[in-house]
């Protein structure tokens, strides 16, 4: 993978009542994918998600307007 290229997020419906869909589209690692209200409270977390296409279940939120956090997990590894 090279981190250079970029990948793209869309999460539809917005707004959703019943289940929403993540589709990351692009290049990309193992990621986490963390969802939190506008508090900082984690609603939802899953991570090591290799799928380009998550089912998020919204219908377990009040609601209200959310955070959507998805971290690229990348190894470094550095030798001489």
Known sequence: M????PATVNVFP??????A???INGKTAP???IISDLNGKVV?????????QIDLPVQN???????V???LKVLIQLSN
């Open 2 to 5: 090279q981190l250079n290229e």
């Open 14 to 19: 917005n707004p959703a009542s019943s289940n």
């Open 21 to 23: 869909t993540l589709i």
């Open 31 to 33: 990621v986490n994918i």
């Open 44 to 52: 939802w977390k899953k991570n090591n998600i290799e799928e380009k």
């Open 61 to 67: 939120f009040s609601a209200g307007l959310y955070f």
């Open 69 to 71: 956090f998805i971290k």
